[in-house]
């Protein structure tokens, strides 16, 4: 199973994704995210305490910051927005 669906700048999470799989990682660029959709999920920026996401957040993510998302009860669907 994927982590994840990606499509065009939208990016799906199943609620059934295994948890192993939403893995500590960094980005090449920076970018902000939008939470479309999703209830229960947690954005972790490394050495801080997980946030909790609600639609309608908008989260600035530097490049090369090493953060995670945290599994939920729902499909979580984010709106990725490259700042290049």
Known sequence: MNTYVDTSNIRTFSKDVDEMELIWHTDKEDRNIEVLKGKGWQFQRDNELPLEL?????????????????????DLKIKIIHNG
Not at 61 to 68: F, G, L, N, Y
């Open 54 to 74: 609600r639609e309608g957040d908008r989260i600035f993510i530097p490049r090369h910051q090493v953060h995670r998302v945290i599994k939920g009860e729902t």
